[in-house]
């Protein structure tokens, strides 16, 4: 056998074997680079063949060109089984499973005041009570002078606020006033209850926010007396905290009632059963339902106001009300169910 054929041969084999042991796209181009390429092992021994006699010359460029082409056949199939492991791999690695359950949807929640409002509005539905509104820019006509407290009066101090054009226009200190503007609007009888927002020129501690809640109740008939308040307010506070609820009232003044008073709850689960005062109460004033039209010999009612931040606080454990409107999430968080 001439050299240059050994030679070839040689070169076929090794760099067969070399490439049965190839694997990877990356390793294949190696090869491919280390013998085809044009500094490559054949295309090396190609060249070398312009040094072979003449006569030899057809004969061994003949074979080293079927030895390339023997290679690239193979290098092609070595690739191609080389590109489907790789899409095997990819698709066994990033199989999508259809069958795990999906992702949670993080849902919103109801804020602790939104809850107790809903609770408290729906007991006073449930009783007849019609919900209703009221503005919170309000005139100091029905947050003072309607509800029985002229100007100078000394029970302004208690109700202090913001005044948006003095001395007429002011951000309403309680929702008392829509006592005055239902009134004024409607014949008895009257049952409503109104949620809203209230504000305070206050200084703010655990207990006292200078913007917060409340719920007034109002129910103006003939013959209603303090029996038919102290049962409904009993009613409602066993709807909210128990059938094992305690209430108490005491003597209490607001100028717009007469007599006045605050309840007070106590339950064993809070506070180890200590009374808690959680609103204001007592009969409308006469001279309240005459200046909004009602005959005072004829109609009695009364009216309570409730904060249900202090009930969320009572009911949920919360220490202090500032956390109601801070947007701490990690304080709302816990009121998602
Ligand atoms: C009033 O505002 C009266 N209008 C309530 C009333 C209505 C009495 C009808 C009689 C008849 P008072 O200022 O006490 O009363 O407030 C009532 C409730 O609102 C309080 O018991 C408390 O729960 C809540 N509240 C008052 N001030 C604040 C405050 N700064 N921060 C949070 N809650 C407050």
């Not at 607001?254 to 808690?276: A, Q, Y």
Request: with cysteine; glycine share 8%.
């Amino acid at each position: 056998m001439d050299d240059w054929q050994g030679r070839i041969d040689t070169l076929r084999e090794r760099a067969l074997a070399e490439l049965e042991a190839t694997a990877d796209p990356d390793a294949l181009e190696k090869w491919r680079i280390a013998y085809l390429g044009r500094r490559g092992a054949l295309t090396e021994a190609l060249r070398g063949l312009s040094a072979l006699p003449t006569e030899q010359r057809p004969a061994a460029g003949a074979a080293a060109n079927e030895t390339k082409r023997a290679l690239e056949a193979a290098l092609d199939k070595h690739q191609t089984a080389a590109r489907g492991q790789v899409l095997t791999r990819a698709l066994e690695n990033e199989r999508v499973d259809v069958t795990l359950p999906g992702r949670p949807v993080s849902r919103g929640g109801l804020h602790p005041t939104t809850i107790i409002l809903r609770q408290i509005t729906s007991f006073f539905q449930s009783i007849g009570y019609q919900v209703v509104e009221g503005p919170e820019v309000e005139l100091d006509k029905y947050n003072f002078e309607m509800l029985n407290i002229p100007a100078n009066h000394p029970a302004r101090d208690m109700w202090d606020t913001l005044y948006v054009q003095p001395p007429e226009v002011l951000m309403r200190t309680h929702t008392s006033p829509m006592q005055a503007r239902v009134m004024e609007s409607t014949e008895p009888p009257v049952r409503v209850i109104v949620p809203g927002r209230c504000y305070r020129y206050e200084a703010q501690d655990a207990t006292h926010e200078w913007m917060f809640y409340q719920v007034e109740g109002l129910a103006v008939d003939q013959g209603i007396t303090m029996a038919d308040l102290k049962g409904t307010l009993f009613a409602f506070a066993r709807h909210i905290f128990g059938p094992k609820v305690k209430v108490r009232f005491r003597c209490d003044y607001f100028p717009f009632v007469e007599p006045g008073v605050d309840m007070g709850i106590s339950t064993p689960e809070i506070k180890g059963g200590d009374w808690l005062e959680i609103l204001g109460a007592g009969m409308v004033h006469p001279r309240v339902l005459e200046m909004a039209g009602y005959d005072s010999s004829k109609y009695t009612g009364f009216a309570f106001g409730m904060g249900p931040e202090r009930i969320a606080m009572l009911k949920y454990g919360i220490t202090d009300i500032r956390q109601f409107y801070a947007n701490d999430l990690r304080f709302l968080e816990q009121f998602v169910s």
